[in-house]
């Protein structure tokens, strides 16, 4: 429901003011990126803790 909201309101800010939708993509991207960013980090992090030889296998596939 929150997002519904947000999307609501997004769109009549848009209406509004047409440069905004730049702006709000351009946030998008970035905040795209740093969650991919700090997923992946995660990630080989979390193979370097854990070695499973069927993962690795799996993985490099």
């Known amino acids: 429901m929150l997002a519904g909201l947000v999307f609501i309101v997004a769109g009549i800010l848009i209406a ?5 939708l730049s702006l709000i993509a351009a946030a998008v991207l970035v905040f795209t990126g740093t969650v991919l960013l700090i997923v992946g980090y995660r990630y080989k992090k979390a193979l370097r803790d854990f070695e499973d030889p069927f993962i690795d296998f799996i993985m490099k596939i």
């Open 16 to 20: 509004l003011y047409p440069p905004l």
